[in-house]
């Protein structure tokens, strides 16, 4: 007897349940990148290697949970959200998980740390970037109250304001980035060339998973604009 898997037992509910669980796998991948860097930082390789693996399992479900999705999600919804709408944030969320794991195989193979300041600095960005990820989870756990009522009401105005503190959190956050290769472009004369130019990458990586999870806010704030 042929079986369901946990996410399509959930569309009998709601396709949003799946959505949800889909978001809190995407956000465990995100919560691993402080002790990641922190790792790195101290230069401690098997801690590196151990957190670098379990992002990679968790990027792996997460995909695994996406491809069941889109394979299952009913064509019709009868809902007054659009199959091609849910779709298009889920794959927003999996593309946060997706620039976690690129972040974790660039830091596997990464060169010391250049300076202390910038060590301390990865730390904090790191931090802020799991914070705008937590932000977007919690917009997605709304999204069932937000169908519920049309769009509309306090709950909307809830959401709404939510959205307006991802995108304040992600500004932050690539802010924070900015400012911290400004200092990686004035490290000492010493330091590597193709050092500078690697962290710079890692850098550039790390501001794509607060653009990413973003994205799916905005997509939200389409809806409601509708």
Same mark, same amino acid.
């Not at 978001?23 to 002790?35: D, F, I």
């Not at 300041?117 to 999204?143: D, Y």
């Not at 769009?151 to 939510?162: I, N, P, Q, T, Y």
């Given at each position: 007897?042929?079986?369901?898997?946990?996410?399509?037992?959930?569309?009998?509910?709601?396709?949003?349940?799946?959505?949800?669980?889909?978001?809190?796998?995407?956000?465990?991948?995100?919560?691993?990148?402080?002790?990641?860097?922190?790792?790195?930082?101290?230069?401690?390789?098997?801690?590196?290697?151990?957190?670098?693996?379990?992002?990679?399992?968790?990027?792996?479900?997460?995909?695994?949970?996406?491809?069941?999705?889109?394979?299952?999600?009913?064509?019709?919804?009868?809902?007054?959200?659009?199959?091609?709408?849910?779709?298009?944030?889920?794959?927003?969320?999996?593309?946060?998980?997706?620039?976690?794991?690129?972040?974790?195989?660039?830091?596997? @193979?990464?060169?010391? @740390?250049?300076?202390?300041?910038?060590?301390?600095?990865?730390?904090?960005?790191?931090?802020?970037?799991?914070?705008?990820?937590?932000?977007?989870?919690?917009?997605?756990?709304? !999204?069932?109250?937000?169908?519920?009522?049309?769009?509309?009401?306090?709950? %909307?105005?809830?959401?709404?304001?939510?959205?307006?503190?991802?995108?304040?959190?992600?500004?932050?956050?690539?802010?924070?980035?900015?400012?911290?290769?400004?200092?990686?472009?004035?490290?000492?004369?010493?330091?590597?060339?193709? %050092?500078?130019?690697?962290?710079?990458?890692?850098?550039?990586? !790390?501001?794509?998973?607060?653009?990413?999870?973003?994205? %799916?806010?905005?997509?939200?704030?389409?809806?409601?604009?509708?």
């Amino acid at each position: 007897m042929e079986t369901m898997s946990p996410l399509q037992s959930l569309f009998g509910k709601s396709p949003f349940k799946a959505l949800q669980q889909h978001m809190r796998k995407v956000n465990e991948c995100a919560e691993l990148l402080p002790a990641l860097v922190d790792a790195v930082v101290a230069g401690d390789k098997a801690q590196v290697q151990s957190a670098a693996a379990r992002i990679q399992e968790l990027e792996k479900e997460a995909e695994n949970m996406e491809n069941d999705l889109f394979l299952h999600l009913p064509k019709s919804l009868f809902m007054s959200v659009d199959r091609r709408d849910l779709l298009v944030i889920l794959d927003f969320n999996d593309e946060v998980a997706d620039e976690c794991l690129r972040v974790a195989n660039r830091l596997l @193979v990464a060169p010391q @740390v250049p300076s202390v300041r910038i060590g301390e600095g990865l730390k904090g960005a790191a931090q802020q970037c799991v914070s705008v990820v937590q932000h977007a989870k919690r917009i997605m756990e709304e !999204m069932d109250e937000l169908v519920e009522t049309g769009f509309s009401g306090r709950e %909307a105005k809830l959401v709404m304001g939510l959205i307006e503190e991802l995108a304040a959190a992600k500004k932050s956050a690539e802010s924070a980035l900015q400012q911290l290769l400004g200092v990686l472009f004035e490290s000492d004369p010493s330091t590597s060339p193709l %050092a500078v130019v690697y962290w710079s990458q890692v850098m550039d990586e !790390m501001a794509k998973i607060p653009a990413a999870a973003d994205k %799916a806010g905005s997509r939200v704030r389409l809806l409601l604009a509708r």
